[in-house]
């Protein structure tokens, strides 16, 4: 899937409608699992990031990991994307990005920074036909992570070919040059945001960032541990609708 290639004016038009038909849901149940499993194969198979298998599914060790949380997108109680987010401290460092990024990332947690690390944002490919707005609904959590733990940090483990959509959403910068992730036939860059000089900045041009404190409760819990607890922008009251802008 290609964010940054959508075009402005269709996720104008058509973002609000369907974000009032989104929920967020924490992926927990051996059905929810193997739905994304599947989801992440047909995905990463399309675009050519990994070889064929024969159990058509596609999952990593640090979906278990305990300091990783999984959430499904959900349109019209159907599965359309999904992304796994890390919380990184100096205590809890498991993420397939530290593996890959320790030298540039470990320095940093020894210090005591606080990171959100997202994994595996893939969405349906054939969902993504149907909404482009699925890449902003979905990293909308990363930012809503970010403000729930109090984190120092974004980062994005990113191809090539997309770092321009995070830049321009999270006004994100390239901090570590392109390397061969394991187990995939592709190269991610390192990039990073600092979320307390960024926020402002991207709540102003992306306002479908904002949420309430209530929201957050409900999907990362009241003392940080991610709730099964399904999200809908019915239930929280200060959601804006989707608005783009370019």
Do not use: W
């Not at 290639?5 to 967020?24: T, W």
Request: aromatic content about 10%; charged content about 25%; overall charge positive.
């Amino acid at each position: 899937m290609k964010p940054e290639a959508e075009p402005r004016a269709s996720l104008s038009v058509r973002g609000g409608a369907l974000f009032d038909r989104v929920d967020y849901r924490s992926i927990e149940t051996p059905e929810e699992k193997d739905q994304l499993y599947q989801m992440r194969y047909r995905a990463y198979t399309r675009g050519g990031l990994i070889p064929p298998s024969e159990s058509e599914r596609y999952s990593d060790s640090y979906d278990d990991a305990p300091n990783a949380r999984t959430f499904g997108v959900y349109v019209d109680g159907e599965l359309c994307s999904s992304i796994r987010l890390h919380v990184l401290t100096s205590e809890q460092r498991a993420s397939c990005t530290t593996d890959l990024f320790g030298d540039v990332l470990n320095p940093r947690l020894d210090r005591g920074e606080v990171f959100i690390d997202p994994a595996r944002f893939v969405a349906s490919p054939e969902k993504a036909k149907c909404f482009p707005e699925l890449p902003y609904v979905t990293v909308r959590l990363v930012f809503l992570a970010c403000e729930h733990f109090n984190a120092d940090t974004g980062l994005a483990l990113v191809r090539p070919a997309h770092e321009a959509f995070y830049r321009r959403v999270f006004l994100n910068e390239t901090i570590a040059e392109p390397r061969l992730f394991p187990n995939a036939l592709a190269k991610v860059a390192l990039m990073a945001s600092n979320f307390r000089a960024v926020r402002e900045k991207v709540l102003t041009r992306f306002p479908i960032m904002r949420s309430s404190a209530f929201e957050r409760r409900m999907l990362f819990g009241p003392s940080g541990e991610p709730s099964r607890s399904i999200v809908s922008p019915k239930l929280a009251s200060e959601r804006p609708k989707l608005v783009v802008y370019s």
